[in-house]
């Protein structure tokens, strides 16, 4: 008998290394059945789901292949050069080097990285820089030439000039030390710059210290640190600017996921290499067609069961909406332009896409600039690493996906259809599904569940459960928590606000807003009985996962590791192998039914006294014949229900699971 599991992943960037080693130790003993993930839960999910194909197509040794990712991404080129994760994320010419300058604080405390982040700038803009220190040390030569007549003659220029590097010292010492915090060093430097300046002064003198002298040097420091603070300035206006410039002219992304121009070693960019690292999983060739929903389903009718289901979300900022791939049925069609798309999608994915793309008979579109749009293929037609690369957009990182949509809402478009002219299509972007939803706990779940499924949540490391080293896989461990009675898991641990600073805690307080948009509907899912008890915690330290693209190969194997033993904690509680023996899935049977029995009584009881009035026996007249006599049964049966309460009188919501759920309406997303 084949033992079946779904998994969700959660999130992330480069935390995704956690994945591949859990999913190949899961794979030991179970088959996947659905699999879903957002961001780089993404790509696990889509590896997971071609690995999946791979064993049922001849290859297996597809898990194992997926086991050995975080060791190919450890690589490197040459000794003490950049991994293949970090050569994975390669940014647009106009963008590089500003990139170039924001890599140097990865794997840095906040403050090394912003002092990292301004010796770049310093570096790519010290040719002004130093034209700019030449042109302030014309302001300061006033305030030498008032000592004209006892300084020696000619040495104005030169002496401004020195004046205006040692006040540039300084400013870059007391930059340093503030962004340290260390701000009463920067008084003692003051002073030592005071006493240098006027040494100096004093020394091309003829005549002994004068309070004109001080106010002189008073004079030259105000003026030069006024001046290299503006000057400061006017290069982060010109970081900034040069960056969103670049940025808005890549879709708002410093990396398409393609492969750059003269990229290092001549790697892959992201995209080009996980068309072909899915197609190798599956068993296909890694140059030919990429791998389509259609592969993973076994056929082509979304409504049919399917073999494999793979579902990824994605958000469409420009909708505020949040979507589920494959698209839903009922979803209105999105549209392409070839052109914007070479751009973000290897040429074996356009090459499908164009081929596959059918227009709708009578419908022309076009986007605002004429340019003809083609429909997305449907759904099982659709290639995985597409729905992938709409799911994994980092805001700002990688380049949002621009689609397009018909606007049926405006008139324009009805007349232009009516008088058979183009519609014009609006610009919908779409970036990463972590937007709307990081942790989508809600994918495959259902009442009365079949088979277990499986949450993956990454999370901070808890300041009373630090990381233990060398690795302990056990709940005291600090790296993994897994339930183990259903009173685990109630209690969701949240880091106190920094409200030290006013400029600290506003960022902060704007922070957690995000967050908490961001995440509310996951987090509210964390404690709830039926969800808790599947959810598996894997803390992450900072200097691991999230942006750390030039992880070292320590912290990537640390996180293979980590989700290995993820893997076996799951199969110890709730596979029958495990050394549980199945207690965990036996026990999470037992809370869905008491947890679905205490929702659907109450539920039935509060809707009897309408269902006995007949109040909406009225409204069945859209029923066939068949169909009504099956709704009036129905309705019989949840009359009948809405009557236990009142035979037994009892509630089974009195000892069902807390806390409890409703029973709500709510769209599929």
């Known amino acids: 008998m084949t033992d079946f599991c779904d998994l969700v992943m959660k999130g992330g960037i480069t935390s995704g290394v956690i994945y591949p080693r859990l999913i190949a130790r899961l794979a030991s003993r179970y088959q996947f059945k659905n699999i879903g993930g957002t961001s780089a839960g993404a790509i696990a999910a889509a590896a997971c789901a071609a690995a999946q194909l791979g064993t049922l197509k001849g290859k297996p040794q597809a898990f194992t292949d997926l086991a050995g990712l975080p060791d190919l991404l450890a690589k490197r080129a040459s000794p003490g050069g950049p991994s293949m994760l970090f050569n994975l994320f390669q940014p647009a010419p106009a963008a590089r080097r500003f990139y170039d300058v924001l890599i140097r604080g990865l794997n840095l405390s906040p403050e090394d990285a912003v002092l990292a982040a301004l010796r770049g700038m310093a570096g790519l803009?010290?040719?002004?820089?130093?034209?700019?220190?030449?042109?302030?040390?014309l302001l300061l030569q006033p305030f030498v030439s008032v000592l004209s007549s006892v300084t020696h003659p000619g040495a104005s220029p030169a002496i401004a000039m020195v004046m205006m590097l040692m006040v540039a010292a300084f400013t870059?010492?007391?930059?340093?030390?503030?962004?340290?915090?260390?701000?009463?060093l920067v008084g003692r430097g003051a002073s030592v710059l005071l006493i240098l300046v006027v040494g100096v002064l004093w020394l091309f003198s003829d005549h002994g210290?004068?309070?004109?002298?001080?106010?002189?040097?008073?004079?030259?420091i105000a003026v030069a640190l006024l001046f290299?603070?503006?000057?400061?300035?006017?290069?982060?206006?010109?970081?900034?600017?040069?960056?969103?410039?670049?940025?808005?002219?890549?879709?708002y992304g410093i990396c398409s996921g393609l492969t750059a121009q003269g990229s290092p070693d001549n790697s892959p960019g992201l995209t080009d290499w996980l068309t072909k690292y899915l197609n190798d999983l599956a068993n296909r060739p890694q140059n030919g067609t990429p791998l389509t929903f259609g592969d993973l389903w076994g056929h082509t009718d979304p409504k049919l069961p399917r073999n494999i289901n793979l579902e990824v979300t994605t958000t469409a900022i420009s909708q505020q909406m949040v979507y589920g791939i494959p698209f839903r049925e009922g979803v209105p069609s999105f549209y392409y332009d070839p052109h914007e798309w070479a751009l973000l999608f290897p040429k074996s994915v356009m090459a499908y896409?164009?081929?596959?793309?059918?227009?709708?008979?009578?419908?022309?579109?076009?986007?605002?600039?004429?340019?003809?749009?083609?429909?997305?293929?449907?759904?099982?037609?659709?290639?995985?690493v597409v729905a992938v690369r709409m799911s994994l957009s980092f805001p700002l990182l990688l380049s949002a996906i621009p689609l397009y949509a018909i606007d049926w809402s405006r008139q324009a478009s009805h007349r232009s259809k009516q008088e058979q002219k183009p519609v014009v299509a609006s610009r919908v972007w779409f970036s990463d599904g972590g937007i709307g939803s990081n942790m989508p706990l809600h994918m495959f779940d259902s009442p009365l569940p079949e088979h277990p499924t499986f949450a993956i949540n990454l999370k901070a490391e808890h300041p009373d459960h630090p990381i233990q080293t060398p690795a302990n896989p056990g709940n005291g461990g600090g790296r993994i928590y897994l339930p183990d009675t259903n009173s685990g898991g109630l209690q969701r641990y949240w880091p106190e606000p920094d409200d030290h600073s006013s400029l600290g805690g506003l960022v902060g307080f704007f922070s957690s807003m995000i967050n908490t948009m961001q995440s509310w509907r996951d987090e509210i899912m964390f404690t709830y009985p039926g969800f808790r008890d599947r959810i598996l915690q894997i803390s992450v330290r900072p200097s691991e996962g999230g942006l750390n693209l030039n992880m070292p190969d320590a912290s990537i194997q640390a996180l293979g590791l980590a989700g290995e033993q993820a893997a076996d904690r799951l199969i110890d509680r709730f596979h029958p192998s495990g050394r549980q023996a199945a207690k965990g899935w036996h026990n999470h049977q037992k809370v869905r039914l008491e947890t679905f029995l205490g929702l659907i009584q109450p539920a039935s009881t509060e809707m009897e006294p309408s269902l006995s009035q007949g109040a909406w026996n009225s409204s069945l007249g859209g029923y066939g014949a068949t169909e009504l006599r099956m709704a009036k049964d129905i309705?019989?049966?949840?009359?009948?229900?809405?009557?236990?309460?009142?035979?037994?009188?009892?509630?089974?919501?009195?000892?069902?699971?807390?806390?409890?759920a409703q029973l709500k309406i709510s769209p599929r997303i």
């Open 125 to 137: 803009y010290k040719v002004a820089l130093c034209a700019g220190l030449v042109l302030g040390s």
């Open 172 to 184: 870059a010492f007391a930059i340093d030390r503030t962004v340290k915090k260390q701000t009463r």
């Open 209 to 220: 210290m004068t309070w004109h002298l001080l106010g002189c040097a008073l004079g030259i």
């Open 228 to 251: 290299q603070v503006l000057l400061l300035l006017s290069v982060l206006v010109l970081f900034a600017r040069g960056l969103i410039k670049a940025i808005h002219g890549n879709n």
């Open 353 to 384: 896409l164009n081929a596959y793309s059918f227009p709708i008979t009578g419908l022309m579109v076009h986007s605002k600039n004429g340019n003809v749009l083609r429909r997305l293929p449907p759904s099982a037609d659709l290639p995985v």
């Open 635 to 660: 309705l019989n049966l949840l009359q009948q229900m809405g009557k236990l309460q009142a035979t037994y009188g009892i509630s089974l919501a009195t000892n069902a699971p807390k806390p409890q």
